[in-house]
């Protein structure tokens, strides 16, 4: 029997062809895999012929899906709790006996989402943006310097297309203000809620945000390359793109 015969004695297809053909099969009869989509301005999903796919089209109102489009962020901040202070998270007053202590309000979870998104375009971080040392930033809202990156990252042409995050804090409960926090967040952004997540975890005691010394947050983010605002921000011929 040789190396290509099957059990039975007959000829057997080498084992990554069999998988390979398997695949495209499988990819055949998806309705989904078969029909690729282009987005539309409306957010609408319309097929189109997989050929094209990576080029971007001719037809401003329609744009070819290309994956090197994409970019992520990631985005990480902590502030100590302090007496006398205010716990603003994600643009919620959360009613605590400390807040964190901060030159701005100290959202932690607001500038956790602003550092993703800087971090998608490559564009630093909120420290540098807004540094602590000027005092046109003492005490502001958050939420105001999130909405000003989210237009950074616009102007860099990027669209926000969905962020994710996470709350780390012993105390208190985060859970009741959860909905209300993505919807600051989204406000801020300039998207949808539904594009928005935010979870909250205790350290099981362990660390500094379990022995409640301060409150940590990340945040990651999806951002799409919209050559539309690209071709709108040209005025000499030369690509805007970050």
């Given at each position: 029997?040789?190396?290509?015969?099957?059990?039975?004695?007959?000829?057997?297809?080498?084992?990554?062809?069999?998988?390979?053909?398997?695949?495209?099969?499988?990819?055949?009869?998806?309705?989904?895999?078969?029909?690729?989509?282009?987005?539309?301005?409306?957010?609408r999903a319309e097929s189109f012929d997989s050929a094209s796919f990576g080029r971007s089209a001719q037809d401003d109102s329609v744009q070819v899906f290309n994956p090197a489009d994409l970019r992520i962020g990631q985005g990480y901040d902590?502030?100590?709790?302090?007496?006398?202070?205010?716990?603003?998270?994600?643009?919620?007053?959360?009613?605590?006996?400390?807040?964190?202590?901060?030159?701005?309000?100290?959202?932690?979870?607001?500038?956790?989402?602003?550092?993703?998104?800087l971090g998608g375009i490559r564009g630093g971080d909120i420290g540098k943006l807004f540094p602590d040392t000027d005092p046109a930033y003492r005490g502001i809202d958050s939420l105001k310097l999130l909405a000003a990156v989210a237009e950074k990252v616009r102007e860099a042409g990027y669209d926000v297309l969905d962020v994710d995050s996470v709350v780390a804090a012993q105390a208190p409960k985060l859970a009741p203000y959860r909905d209300a926090m993505r919807e600051n967040?989204?406000?801020?952004?300039?998207?949808?809620?539904?594009?928005?997540?935010?979870?909250?975890?205790?350290?099981?005691?362990?660390?500094?945000e379990g022995r409640e010394e301060g409150i940590s947050a990340t945040a990651v983010c999806l951002l799409c390359r919209c050559r539309s605002r690209l071709r709108l921000g040209r005025d000499d011929g030369h690509d805007t793109r970050a």
């Open positions: 029997m040789s190396a290509q015969d099957g059990p039975m004695g007959g000829a057997r297809e080498p084992k990554h062809d069999v998988i390979l053909s398997a695949a495209r099969s499988a990819e055949s009869k998806d309705p989904v895999r078969s029909q690729p989509e282009t987005l539309q301005p409306d957010g902590v502030h100590a709790l302090a007496e006398g202070r205010k716990l603003m998270l994600g643009g919620v007053d959360v009613p605590h006996e400390r807040g964190l202590l901060g030159h701005s309000d100290a959202d932690v979870l607001a500038h956790a989402v602003a550092d993703a998104l967040l989204a406000r801020a952004m300039g998207i949808s809620p539904d594009n928005v997540g935010v979870k909250a975890t205790t350290t099981e005691w362990l660390g500094f």
